[in-house]
C-alpha cells in the first residue's frame, strides 16, 4: 500500500506542476494583448479548474507515503494556495484587489507545487517504513 501511495503521489504532485505550467502556456497564447487568440483563453479558463481541484488529490498520497509530516503538510500548503487561484477571479467584481492576487497565487503556488514534486520523488526513494517491509 506505501509503496503504491508513493508512486501515485509522484504522479499526481509532478501533475501539478505540468497543469500549472500549461496554465502560463494557455494563457500567454490566449492574451489578445499579445494578438492571440481566444480559444487558448478559454482553454486556460477550463482546465484551472480542473487544475485547482488536482493538488487536493496529492495530500492523501502524500500522507499514505508515510515519509513524514512534512510531505503532506506541504501538499496541504499547495493545495490551499492553488486552490485559492480561480477563486480570487471570481470575487473580482465585488473587490478588484483580490482579482489582482490570481497571478500572485499562482506564483506562490507554482513553487510550492514543485516543492511538492520534488519531496515526492524523495518519498519514492526514501526507505520503507519497518512495518511494510516485514514478510507476511
Do not use: C
Amino acid at each position: 500500500m506505501t509503496r503504491a501511495s508513493r508512486y501515485i503521489y509522484v504522479v499526481t504532485a509532478w501533475a501539478v506542476v505540468v497543469g500549472l505550467t500549461l496554465q502560463v502556456l494557455l494563457i500567454g497564447m490566449g492574451l489578445r494583448e499579445l494578438g492571440n487568440d481566444a480559444p487558448s483563453f478559454d482553454l486556460h479558463r477550463g482546465l484551472g479548474w480542473l487544475v485547482h481541484w488536482l493538488p487536493v488529490a496529492v495530500i492523501p498520497f502524500a500522507w499514505l507515503s508515510k515519509a513524514g509530516s512534512r510531505h503532506w503538510q506541504w501538499a496541504l500548503a499547495s493545495a490551499v494556495v492553488i486552490f485559492m487561484i480561480p477563486i480570487f477571479l471570481v470575487v473580482r467584481g465585488s473587490m478588484p484587489v483580490i482579482g489582482a492576487l490570481h497571478p500572485v497565487a499562482a506564483v506562490i503556488g507554482f513553487v510550492l507545487a514543485a516543492v511538492v514534486a520534488v519531496n515526492s520523488v524523495r518519498a519514492l526513494n526514501a526507505p520503507m517504513p519497518q512495518s511494510d517491509t516485514a514478510p507476511g
